[in-house]
């Protein structure tokens, strides 16, 4: 892959969750490309494996349910084995679900089972929602912030547009990439005595495998929420993974960012600025 500038990361050990997915991989192969040890966590092992394979020697594949604290720590163990203790984290698993996800943007006075409201979101599905995004972070964090207590690490984390005006139809989402934005704080504080960097990348809007379904119909022409969303896009257009990639490096480098902790970066062409008028 191409970057955008090089850094040196010859000295870091890895560890990123969601790696299977779209954003994820490519945040592993950069780091890999920059000589970093990458281990990628992912519920889908096939997906892992692919990206491993891709990025050779440097990654390792570890099949992991990152809501399961002992699957945590087998891999916690697979990492040592093979490397050491782990100096970089990298929290991107998460998600939304359809079971919590309203059809209307606006409540109406219809409460009829022909339009799935607020009222009818399930209750497990909100609980899936705010566990992948915040359980997840919490758990990999104690497995892994455990290594970095007494020689210093960098901890990413993945939030979201939504952490800074929630989206429609959404509100679990919306609630726990807020969360996500929060708890990214509450770690810059709490670890930085022991030299230990916490931020966190808010993205705009990017096609992933995901979203992909609400943002383009199966012909391949825009949605109305596509349309929604690149008007209040001033860059008019969807992210590409290329455009995170100088962050992530900027915020991975102890040399450029080692001053910097406890922030969320917005990437999103102007999407967080804009008012609407």
Known sequence: MKLPFQIDLTDKIAVITGAGGVLMSEFARALAACGAKVA????NAEAAVAVAASIGENALAIPTDCLDKSEIAHAAEVVHDKWGKVNFLINGAGGNNPRATCDNEYMTRDLSDDVKSFFHL?????????DLNITSAFLVTQVFAADMV?????ILNVSSMNAYHPLTKIPAYSAAKAGISNFTEWLAV???????????IAPGFFVTNQNRALLFREDGTPTPRTGKILAATPMGRFGEVSDLIGTLLWLSSDEASGFVTGITVPVDGGFNAYSGV
């Open 190 to 200: 709490h670890f930085a005595p022991c030299g230990i960097r916490c931020n966190a």
């Open 150 to 154: 007494e020689s210093g690490g960098n």
């Open 122 to 130: 399930e209750e497990d599905g909100l609980r899936f929602v705010f």
């Open 40 to 43: 990628l966590l992912d519920i």
